[in-house]
Nanobody, 117 residues
Framework: QVQLVESGGGLVQAGGSLRLTCVAS????????MAWYRQAPGKQRELVAR???????NYPDSVKGRFTISRDIAKSTVYLQMNSLKPEDTAVYYC???????????WGQGTQVTVSS
């Protein structure tokens, strides 16, 4: 089974930027659905970006225009570029992936993003 490892989190001031990276232990395919989720203390995990077949992307309104998901198939890597960060973006960010035929999706271990005001 493919494993996912996130990196790139950290502490940033409001208005700043971070790029999160998710590296898969095996190959990823353009047909895989890859996503980033986040979970803030006391809140449910929520989707922040998804990329699917033909690199179709979608975002919730809370991050639209600020976050961009992309992937490099050759590097088995998915990225989340986060700009104009706000304190409410503070959370643990998780990479997630699923492929046709898998029973469940795969999660990474998460990376902490903290945005100070």
């Amino acid at each position: 089974q493919v494993q996912l490892v996130e990196s790139g989190g950290g502490l940033v001031q409001a208005g700043g930027s971070l790029r999160l990276t998710c590296v898969a232990s095996g190959s990823i395919f353009s047909s895989d659905v890859m996503a980033w989720y986040r979970q803030a203390p006391g809140k449910q995990r929520e989707l922040v970006a998804r990329i699917s077949g033909a690199d179709s992307t979608n975002y919730p309104d809370s991050v639209k225009g600020r976050f961009t998901i992309s992937r490099d198939i050759a590097k088995s890597t998915v990225y989340l570029q986060m700009n104009s960060l706000k304190p409410e973006d503070t959370a643990v960010y998780y990479c997630n992936g699923i492929r046709a035929g898998w029973r469940t999706s795969v999660w990474g271990q998460g990376t902490q993003v903290t945005v100070s005001s």
